[in-house]
């Protein structure tokens, strides 16, 4: 085998990778920043829906998000002697110690604080600006820059690194600069970027990007984005807004010089993912660099557009990210962001709301975090209420359509997948099984809470699975139908779905299998899934030639990102949406390769919560050999397998199943492949 070492394999996925940028940009971020439970996120989802608005000819967002508190309590019981605070805030403080008011003084770093001797609990109420979160820093103070903060009622603050001037709701990812290359009009970029624009010209020029050449030169009217240039000093421009692009032209006039400032998520830890074929190897790195590119904040769709996050994305880039970057606080971070729909569902999409539900089992598996089912439960258990509420009396879920729906999408804002369209008086089946796996989902995790609301759930989830197996399921053909009322055909998008909540054992019924093998994938979001359920129902070789088909067919137009929607022969491949260049070429949901690739060709997979355990069973097919690494989170999975057989280097914190035994981390296992 040519890789034997983690760092060995680590290496030659960064090798195959057209990310140009550090791992680790600098960008010091001294301060410690406390905000309300779910404030931090809700700012975040705020600020990214403002700026994707403004920056996007043709974006839409649905406007039930949360709302940001309009005043927030921040307590500490005080350790040590006391005497003057400093705290930086997002809006005026009122400070009180031991119930009695403390005057707070406008100083040039903040507020300083006054505080009397042996105070026992100090409480500020900030109330920010319209539209911003309640945030404050403590700067200086004796005994008082690490005490125990909490709300108002004991909950844990979320504390997130920021500047002496700035809160980390407002700054976004850090900064790094490119030089683009290029004549005197057009420029390229070494691989896409979401970034700003910054040139030197004696005049305004006129600035024009594109995820492609060819979108770059395109008229004005055809542009994706908003390409206001502005004024930053003496013969210095910059354009208004980031923008998402590969290619740039400037003209008029012609720039003395040009460079991008642009946004990239620091990456701690990496995954990877090599094997003999040089194009699946590929596959891997573009779309690890896909998603590190939609980690902006919190996971958006993608670059150019919307830039916001959606559900459906947030379901496939969790599994994505734990293979690729480990990167668990943007993970959590949108989940609780997109928790709370002031009305109607998540994105104004129903299935999407049952996808945010999904979302928290995926991330539970795949990421160590043992208190979020106690944290999140009160969140979850609210959001199941709300959803019961539309369901029939056998407990099949019959969504409204409402204000707030998405314009795109089916009655009772049914969207499963672009071109997917269910007819007036027919009920999804897809709908139906997403229902009964997010009613599954948020039980476990209300079992895991000890939360009193678990067995009404449970009690949803067994009614919907009894109807829905009584309408939907052919018996005689051994398959779902895709809608609930006869007449009705086999369906991908039920039987996928099937498969991968536990509704169907695939290797009992081979029309399942067929059934999902036939669907074409308009989009590697849903394709993504698919094959994931193909290799679920053991069919991995194929799964796996559908990767090397369909992604690498965008990486032969010379893509160094992946796309929104798969291109159809004889059409162009930036058109979508009736639009030149409506389509997005790098989108979150199209970095399934990232978690389907390790499975599939080495059947990793988590057996438990936060890794726990975990199986590694190999299926190299055609291939020559392959290995890959995990950033587990105790240490690095490592898995190296060729003809010969296989090496597993198991981390501390995990346990290897195999063949009915365990063995713990940390260890190193050996076994044969050869029949």
């Keep these: 085998?040519?890789?034997?070492?983690?760092?060995?394999?680590?290496?030659?996925?960064?090798?195959?990778?057209?990310?140009?940028?550090?791992?680790?940009?600098?960008?010091?971020?001294?301060?410690?920043?406390?905000?309300?439970?779910?404030?931090?996120?809700?700012?975040?989802?705020?600020?990214?829906?403002?700026?994707?608005?403004?920056?996007?000819?043709?974006?839409?967002?649905?406007?039930?998000?949360?709302?940001?508190?309009?005043?927030?309590?921040?307590?500490?019981?005080?350790?040590?002697?006391?005497?003057?605070?400093?705290?930086?805030?997002?809006?005026?403080?009122?400070?009180?110690?031991?119930?009695?008011?403390?005057?707070?003084?406008?100083?040039?770093?903040?507020?300083?604080?006054?505080?009397?001797?042996?105070?026992?609990?100090?409480?500020?109420?900030?109330?920010?600006?319209?539209?911003?979160?309640?945030?404050?820093?403590?700067?200086?103070?004796?005994?008082?820059?690490?005490?125990?903060?909490?709300?108002?009622?004991?909950?844990?603050?979320?504390?997130?690194?920021?500047?002496?001037?700035?809160?980390?709701?407002?700054?976004?990812?850090?900064?790094?600069?490119?030089?683009?290359?290029?004549?005197?009009?057009?420029?390229?970029?070494?691989?896409?970027?979401?970034?700003?624009?910054?040139?030197?010209?004696?005049?305004?020029?006129?600035?024009?990007?594109?995820?492609?050449?060819?979108?770059?030169?395109?008229?004005?009217?055809?542009?994706?984005?908003?390409?206001?240039?502005?004024?930053?000093?003496?013969?210095?421009?910059?354009?208004?807004?980031?923008?998402?692009?590969?290619?740039?032209?400037?003209?008029?006039?012609?720039?003395?010089?040009?460079?991008?400032?642009?946004?990239?998520?620091?990456?701690?830890?990496?995954?990877?993912?090599?094997?003999?074929?040089?194009?699946?190897?590929?596959?891997?790195?573009?779309?690890?660099?896909?998603?590190?590119?939609?980690?902006?904040?919190?996971?958006?769709?993608?670059?150019?557009?919307?830039?916001?996050?959606?559900?459906?994305?947030?379901?496939?880039?969790?599994?994505?990210?734990?293979?690729?970057?480990?990167?668990?606080d943007i993970t959590r971070d949108t989940i609780v962001a997109l928790g709370s729909p002031r009305d109607g569902y998540v994105n104004g999409i129903s299935d999407y709301s049952l996808w945010w539900l999904i979302s928290t089992a995926f991330y539970r598996r795949h990421f160590d975090d043992p208190h979020f089912a106690r944290e999140e439960a009160e969140r979850v258990h609210a959001f199941v209420e709300r959803l019961v509420a539309d369901v029939d009396a056998r407990g099949l879920f019959r969504p409204r359509s409402v204000p707030s729906g998405f314009s795109s999408g089916n009655d009772g804002g049914v969207f499963i997948d672009w071109g997917v369209r269910v007819p007036p008086g027919r009920s999804s089946t897809a709908l139906q099984v997403l229902w009964v796996w997010a009613l599954r989902s948020a039980e476990r995790l209300l079992v895991d809470a000890t939360h009193a609301g678990a067995e009404r759930v449970a009690e949803a989830a067994r009614s919907a699975e009894r109807a829905l197996r009584a309408d939907a399921w052919d018996a005689r053909r051994g398959v779902w139908r895709e809608h609930l009322e006869q007449p009705s055909e086999p369906d991908a998008y039920a039987n996928l779905l099937a498969v991968l909540s536990g509704l169907t054992d695939a290797g009992e019924s081979p029309a399942v299998v067929e059934a999902i093998g036939a669907t074409a994938g308009r989009t590697p979001f849903m394709a993504s899934f698919a094959l994931r359920a193909l290799g679920v129902a053991g069919h991995r070789a194929a799964a796996v030639d559908r990767i090397r088909r369909d992604w690498g067919a965008m990486l032969d137009t010379g893509g160094t990102t992946f796309w929104e929607e798969f291109a159809d022969p004889g059409e162009s491949p930036y058109a979508m949406y009736g639009r030149p260049f409506g389509k997005s070429l790098c989108h979150a949901w199209a970095a399934g390769p990232a978690a389907l690739l390790p499975e599939l060709v080495l059947g990793i997979r988590p057996l438990a919560d936060g890794w726990t355990r975990v199986a590694v069973d190999p299926d190299l097919g055609d291939l020559e050999w392959a290995a890959a690494v995990v950033p587990l989170p105790h240490g690095d999975l490592v898995v190296r397998a060729d003809g010969d057989g296989v090496h597993v280097d198991v981390p501390p914190g995990t346990v290897l199943v195999r063949d009915g035994a365990d063995t713990p981390g940390p260890a190193r296992v050996s076994w044969s492949l050869a029949p």
């Design 1 to 328: 085998m040519p890789l034997a070492s983690r760092d060995e394999i680590l290496a030659a996925a960064r090798r195959a990778s057209r990310d140009p940028f550090p791992d680790l940009p600098e960008d010091p971020r001294p301060v410690s920043w406390m905000y309300g439970p779910g404030q931090y996120e809700l700012a975040v989802l705020h600020r990214l829906v403002r700026d994707g608005l403004a920056a996007n000819r043709f974006a839409h967002y649905a406007q039930n998000f949360g709302v940001l508190d309009a005043r927030s309590v921040f307590r500490a019981d005080a350790l040590g002697p006391t005497g003057r605070l400093v705290v930086a805030a997002t809006g005026t403080p009122t400070v009180t110690a031991d119930g009695a008011d403390v005057p707070a003084a406008a100083v040039p770093d903040g507020w300083a604080i006054e505080l009397p001797a042996a105070v026992r609990r100090i409480t500020v109420v900030v109330e920010p600006a319209p539209g911003g979160p309640a945030a404050i820093a403590v700067l200086a103070g004796d005994g008082l820059l690490a005490p125990s903060w909490s709300d108002a009622a004991g909950h844990p603050l979320t504390v997130r690194p920021g500047t002496r001037d700035t809160a980390p709701h407002a700054l976004g990812e850090p900064v790094v600069e490119l030089v683009p290359l290029g004549d005197r009009a057009h420029y390229a970029l070494p691989a896409a970027a979401l970034a700003r624009v910054v040139m030197r010209a004696p005049e305004r020029p006129t600035l024009m990007s594109g995820e492609s050449l060819a979108e770059a030169a395109a008229a004005p009217h055809e542009a994706e984005t908003a390409h206001e240039v502005v004024a930053t000093g003496t013969g210095r421009w910059a354009s208004r807004h980031e923008l998402g692009f590969r290619h740039l032209t400037v003209t008029d006039p012609v720039p003395e010089a040009v460079s991008v400032e642009a946004r990239i998520r620091p990456v701690p830890r990496r995954g990877a993912f090599v094997c003999s074929d040089d194009t699946l190897t590929r596959i891997w790195a573009t779309s690890a660099y896909t998603l590190r590119l939609c980690l902006q904040g919190l996971v958006i769709d993608g670059i150019k557009r919307d830039r916001m996050p959606w559900a459906g994305d947030l379901a496939l880039s969790t599994l994505a990210n734990a293979f690729a970057f480990a990167d668990a």
